[in-house]
């Protein structure tokens, strides 16, 4: 189970999705598409409050980003309601078929994989982040990217 979590959130960070078939014929699949369809804007925030806290731990990041004990608890009692609504109540069926064609690791890890993706598409949107991730063009070296580009 411990392995599940560190994969899930691995997915979820970096919007990694499952390798499986998009059809909903794949239990896997149909999982995805119900925590998809169930996932709101606000548990998009939830998942990306809870990524952002869980990551501040890392003893590379200053000290400035890390947040409370107490904040990191309240972030893994939500997180917990929003994966126990999902999994257990929104998509139960949709969960039980892909536990059992696929198993914990690789139903859990799709569902994460999912609700990192729907996380980081919501967030994303966001004009202000949006303008934030447009200031990174100014440090790219684009003509040495257009020449790369170019090069047989």
């Given at each position: 189970m411990k392995n599940v979590l560190i994969a899930a959130v691995f997915a979820?960070?970096?919007g990694l999705g499952p390798a499986h078939?998009?059809?909903t014929s794949d239990p896997v699949s149909a999982l995805n598409a119900c925590v998809s369809g169930?996932?709101?804007?606000?548990?998009?925030?939830?998942?990306?409050?809870?990524?952002?806290?869980?990551?501040?731990?890392?003893?590379s990041l200053p000290q400035s980003v890390r947040v409370s004990d107490t904040e990191g608890?309240?972030?893994?009692r939500r997180m917990g309601a929003?994966?126990?609504?999902?999994?257990?109540?929104?998509?139960?069926?949709?969960?039980?078929?892909?536990?059992?064609?696929?198993?914990h690791d690789a139903a859990f890890h799709a569902a994460f994989g999912t609700l990192g993706e729907k996380a980081m598409a919501d967030l994303m949107g966001n004009t202000d982040v949006l303008?934030?991730?447009?200031?990174?063009?100014?440090?790219?070296?684009?003509?040495?990217?257009?020449?790369?580009?170019?090069?047989?």
């Amino acid at each position: 189970m411990k392995n599940v979590l560190i994969a899930a959130v691995f997915a979820a960070g970096f919007g990694l999705g499952p390798a499986h078939a998009q059809t909903t014929s794949d239990p896997v699949s149909a999982l995805n598409a119900c925590v998809s369809g169930a996932v709101t804007t606000e548990d998009s925030v939830t998942t990306a409050r809870w990524l952002f806290i869980a990551m501040s731990r890392h003893p590379s990041l200053p000290q400035s980003v890390r947040v409370s004990d107490t904040e990191g608890l309240e972030a893994n009692r939500r997180m917990g309601a929003l994966v126990n609504r999902l999994l257990l109540n929104a998509c139960a069926q949709e969960t039980r078929a892909a536990v059992s064609a696929a198993g914990h690791d690789a139903a859990f890890h799709a569902a994460f994989g999912t609700l990192g993706e729907k996380a980081m598409a919501d967030l994303m949107g966001n004009t202000d982040v949006l303008a934030s991730i447009i200031q990174l063009g100014a440090y790219v070296d684009r003509d040495r990217l257009s020449a790369l580009a170019a090069t047989p």
